[in-house]
């Protein structure tokens, strides 16, 4: 299909740099079809070894090529082998949200179980006995289901050999109770989390225990109401559902049992069977495979309208001869060689376990990909480069993490040996030849996050930020969360880049020069925001988390257009035009946290605060001072609040002290945690009467507001509340001359 001049352009130039696969694939239904490609190459990589770079070796026996109309092969490490079947869902939304579990207290912690204490069932391919990966093959056929056991009795027949599955060993402990254990990440002996396995000859009624015993991670979200996921293929036959939250009594709790100085914790659940002789399926999260990526884009390349605006490529091949796609969207331009446009670079699944991003992929690609007014808007906005999967290898075999190099890919983006690490490597450069074109108005890298509820985002800010812009990377998230307010958290938000993400895309791509350069994480459990509270995500709950990021996405260019702070000012007064805020003069613990919430955090237009709720207390304080127990209360951008000696009040003395500065810095910032601790310091060396410290100390969770001759900081932080920058030229009051706003230039936050 022939797009206009800009958009035939934007490809050549990406076709230049990926040589290897200058063969374009066409956007009709033979673009995703292995006949168009070459023979895939497979690398030999000896173990750890990064600085090498390794060769290249043909498969011993390549496999005829499919014909046309059907998707590209699928291949495997030579060590694994898969059952002959494809496994299939339906798509299925439950009416109301599915509750979390909430604990009782008595729940049972089942010890571990030797096998030699009970009978082995299940036992997977030794997949992880060879060191490194070597070479792929289409994929090694199993004959039959795996029975380590009589035919004829009741025992359950687990199977896992199957696209993206996940179990190692079953070991039956007692008629209705087994004991499981998950795959390592391939050539690792790390990384357990993602599990997906098959269960068949079932009772129903019957009161199964099924405990996994070699989870690695300390704090899980199974402690705070995660429960597993069950699909019955009876359920999904006779009545059209499909998965469904299960599970009683779960517990997540360290065992008894670990390896190489780690220990293991433990996962159980009790749960019912719906059907007798029913086939059922367990995951940690709502499976999506790399097959069906290909069903999607398939389904793209049939579309006559959607093919009009949206070309698939490929981006690169992975280690085993996976495609890496990529997606051009845009609307052809109307006349000439427009490179006004700006990019949005969209990414996800580097990490195959982290499966909700690739269902807020698919519903932020439905909504560009859609015909409506704002979809159009978007179109003719910008220009979308998009790789649906990062990380097929990982995706196909089951991973949690990494890649068959049994490294994390999302570390990788610094690294320069293209052939450990393809799709990184022309992700990257395909970004640099965008950047030569165009600007780039936006990157996001979309993750799952296995430790946390909701959805946030993590971005980029520098220590000393310049002051028209130092709002600019908390503009976009803001507003996600008001699009998105049951769901998105904008206090669980961090902007600050530690050591250990530099080689992460998000801040990879930042130091390459795009400002607006995220990652979002979306929790593999729920929301604890709103009618939301308590309640799992579903997948239509992940896909509308990326039909906000496209509201957002167009609202945020639309504030754009405008220069300067104004941009991020008018963002800031529009985040809540209902509820407005004014700064009090006095105000409690549990006032501050409820009313000076980024969410209700404005000004009117002479940038005066507002609040109905707080009440004032007049002549109590010349400082509008306010000490917090907490640093959770409040979440904006760092201000300062100067004060310069004052001479008189009121015909009388109010303070000698010396010019002093209180910043307030959000997040667990531990340079602002220090600086908050040298200025308590400063102030206990102040005078205060014993009676008024004892007072204090007992009511520490009271915001008191005193003379500053006597403002003193107790276990508490002491910070400002912030003005918006519209206001900061404004003049103080007569009687507050001495006492003025000045907005900080350090914004240190987030991890």
Known sequence: MSGGPEQ?????????????????????TDSVCADLFPRAKQILLPFDSEAEVPHLQELSKPSDLPPVGQFSQVYWPNQCKVIRDRIEHIDWIPTTPEPMYTPTGLEMMPPYQPPDKGTVVYLGEEANTASCFMYSQLRGLCPMKQVLHQKLDNTLIFEARFESGNLQKVVKVNDFEYQLTLRTDLYTSRHTQWYYFQVSNTQAGMPYRFTIVNFTKRNSLYKHGLRPLLYSEADAKKHNVGWRRTG???????????????????????????????????????????????????????????????????LC?????????????????????????????????????????SWIMKGLLDYILGNSHKAQRLRDTFVF??????????????????????????????????????????????????????????????????????????????????????????AFPLLLSKNCPDKFSFPDCRFRVRKSKEGTGRVVMWKMGINNSYTLEASICGSKLGWRQSTHFDMKDLE???????????????????????????????????EKVKLPIAASAKQVGKDFSPERLTHDAEGNGRNTSVPQKSRKSVWPDINLSTRESFHSSSFNLISQKTKKHDGKSVSSSSEKTFQYLKGHDRIAKSNSKKEERKMESLPLKPERLRKNWTASQDVNCRKSKSCQAQNTLQFSLPLLPQAKNRQPAAKYQDVYWSPSSSANEGP
């Not at 296995?450 to 908390?474: D, I, S, T, W």
Request: glycine share 6%; charged share 25%; aromatic share 12%.
């Open 385 to 474: 480069k998009v790789v649906p999967m990062l990380n097929p290898d990982g995706v196909i075999v089951g991973n949690h993490r990494c890649s068959l190099t049994g490294k994390d890919l999302n570390r990788k983006y610094k690294c320069k040996v293209k052939k450990c690490y393809p799709s990184i490597w022309y992700t990257r450069n395909m970004i640099r030849r965008v950047m030569e074109k165009r600007d780039i108005f936006l990157y996001c890298d979309i993750h799952g996050h296995n430790r946390k509820q909701n959805v946030f985002m993590y971005g980029c800010e520098r220590e000393q930020q310049p002051k028209a812009p130092y709002l600019q990377p908390r």
């Open 317 to 357: 091949r992975s280690l085993a001869g996976n495609i890496v796609y990529v997606l051009t969207i845009t609307n052809p331009p109307e006349s000439g060689n427009d490179t006004k446009r700006k990019a949005v670079i969209l990414t996800a699944r580097v990490h195959p376990g982290e499966t909700n991003s």
């Open 248 to 314: 009683n009594e779960i517990k997540y709790y360290k065992n008894d049992v670990g390896e190489g100085g780690r220990r293991y914790f433990s996962l159980t659940w009790t749960f019912q069977f719906p059907h007798d002789r029913d086939t059922c399926y367990f995951a940690h999260c709502y499976p999506y495979t790399y097959s069906n990526l290909q069903e999607y884009l398939v389904d793209i390349s049939k579309d006559p309208e959607k093919s009009k605006f949206c070309k698939i490529r490929i």
């Open 544 to 578: 509308s988390i990326g039909q906000h990021f496209c509201d957002a996405l167009l609202n945020y260019s639309v504030h754009n257009e405008m220069p300067g702070t104004e941009t991020q000012h008018k963002i800031f007064q529009e985040s809540d035009p209902v």
């Open 8 to 28: 035939q352009q934007d490809e050549d130039s990406h076709n230049s740099f990926v040589a290897e696969d200058s063969q374009q694939c066409a956007v009709h």
